[in-house]
């Protein structure tokens, strides 16, 4: 199992609750795919360094989890399918 950081920027024009269910949903993936979720942090809305789709500020979530090497590209995947997501970024940590 590695250990990966999940950081994506959510639309901030959602309500709370939907983007409570798009953490929820994607910590469920983590899961369903076999790894753990180690933690969840919400950074909250920040204003993004530079205009994304005509979007200037987002809701942050960074998501620490363990998994195997093929689970990251599915959610990949699925992020970028969803269009509450602005972006998002895996990195495997050392």
Known sequence: MNKYQLLFIIENSLSEEDKTALID???DLIVSL??????????GTR????PINY???????????ESGPDAPIEIDRQMRINDGIVRQMITKKV
């Not at 753990?36 to 919400?42: A, L, M, R």
């Not at 979007?55 to 989890?65: D, H, P, R």
């Open 25 to 27: 949903k994607f910590s």
């Open 34 to 43: 076999g790894g753990t979720v180690n933690g969840i942090d919400k950074w």
């Open 47 to 50: 204003t993004l360094a530079y």
């Open 55 to 65: 979007k200037t500020e987002g809701y942050y979530v960074l998501i620490n989890f």
